[in-house]
């Protein structure tokens, strides 16, 4: 089969700052261009992601910045035409005009690939319309979603997708891998500050280093407020790139996972920590929600904790060899199933399919709906 032309428009390639989209586009397009895919990637130039750009020149594709969704019709419109197919990520700037300038211009496929899925569905409930609107789904060729589970189904028979499939994040594991570095910390997070996350990481993290005061702990991530009590021995890093996720892993003996409150509401949500932390081969302590199971069998490839007593149990009774025998399991379930080369696989056989639809069932043309 030919390789295919590709378009993606998101939130952020180039900068990995605040946000978890950079990385999981980073993984697939490696993959994608590992298959001899040629790739475009269109990202508003926003001031905060221009002054934070950690890949300003991917050697996987070509990054093109556009100023208003104006310009991206007036200097774009032929790399959008000449695509055999588009793909929409969550939080684009203005997503809304872009969705139906896109959708009216494509010629080929139009895919939404929504890194957010969860929170997308209560924003649109809450009445935000920023970067979808509900009357938008039915344009897509395919809905690509973060999310498995029941919100696919929901998906189809109350938005009218035509099609829902899953497309979790992944993990690079040529770049995600054990370092040997010994161990620093006891108990590591890595995660930007969220309101909803907070209380659970004072529980699984901050409560159990008060409780073990000759015990390491470390939090990384930018945007936690200045009047958080942290303990002693807990260590704050504001931001870590993701050159350095890989030694920030291999150097803990544990690894926290907090999941978003809407994400845990809908379940079958896996963060890519998750996948990025057992690539590295660092034992992972999460909070529970339904689907986890599927991704990592719960006592085999991860542990869970509901409170401070149970983090508390897990590092001071666990041993050696049960640990990384936990670690092992979980780093084989990701090398086999959850990485940007088989997310590549995947979305190119959901983008040929929508090809093979269009050309069996031409669209009338599409009306925009935002």
């Given at each position: 089969m030919r390789p295919l032309d590709i378009v993606f428009i998101g939130l952020s390639l180039s900068?990995?700052?605040?946000?978890?989209?950079?990385?999981?586009?980073?993984?697939?397009?490696?993959?994608?261009?590992?298959?001899?895919?040629?790739?475009?990637?269109?990202?508003?130039d926003m001031p905060w992601y221009?002054?934070?750009?950690?890949l300003p020149e991917p050697d996987f594709c070509s990054l093109i910045y556009y100023e208003t969704v104006a310009a991206l019709h007036e200097e774009l419109d032929e790399t959008i035409k000449r695509a055999d197919a588009v793909v929409i990520g969550s939080y684009v700037p203005e997503g809304v005009a872009v969705i139906d300038l896109v959708t009216a211009m494509a010629t080929g496929?139009?895919?939404?690939?929504?890194?957010?899925t969860p929170v997308t569905l209560a924003r649109m409930a809450a009445g935000e319309r920023d970067y979808l609107a509900p009357g938008q789904i039915p344009l897509f060729d395919v809905y690509l979603s973060f999310t498995g589970?029941?919100?696919?189904?929901r998906l189809e028979r109350h938005f009218g997708a035509h099609r829902a499939a899953p497309l979790y994040c992944a993990v690079d594991a040529g770049r995600?891998?054990?370092?040997?570095?010994?161990?620093?910390?006891?108990?590591g997070y890595l995660g930007t500050y969220s309101p909803d996350r907070q209380p659970t990481l004072e529980a699984l993290l901050i409560e159990p280093a008060r409780r073990l005061p000759w015990r390491r702990f470390v939090v990384a991530g930018p945007q936690y407020p200045e009047d958080i009590d942290w303990p002693e021995n807990v260590e704050r890093i504001a931001h870590l790139p993701p050159a350095e996720h890989p030694s920030f892993f291999s150097r803990q003996r544990f690894t926290l996972n907090v999941t978003r409150a809407d994400m845990i509401a809908a379940g079958w949500s896996p963060s890519v920590r998750l996948f990025e932390a057992a690539a590295c081969g660092t034992p992972i302590v999460s909070d529970r929600w339904r689907g986890l199971s599927d991704f990592f069998p719960v006592g085999t490839a991860i542990l869970t904790a509901d409170g401070p007593d149970t983090v508390v149990q897990i590092l001071t009774g666990t041993g050696e060899a049960e640990r990384t025998a936990i670690a092992a399991a979980a780093r084989a379930r990701v090398l086999a199933r959850h990485t940007g080369t088989v997310r590549a696989g995947e979305l190119e056989a959901e983008l040929r399919a929508a090809i093979a639809r269009r050309a069996a069932h031409p669209p009338p043309g599409r009306v925009a709906a935002g």
């Open positions: 900068s990995s700052w605040g946000n978890g989209h950079a990385t999981t586009f980073r993984g697939l397009m490696r993959g994608l261009a590992a298959a001899g895919h040629r790739l475009t990637f269109l990202e508003r221009a002054a934070n750009r950690d496929p139009v895919a939404f690939y929504d890194i957010d589970g029941p919100t696919l189904e995600y891998r054990p370092t040997g570095e010994p161990i620093r910390w006891d108990l």
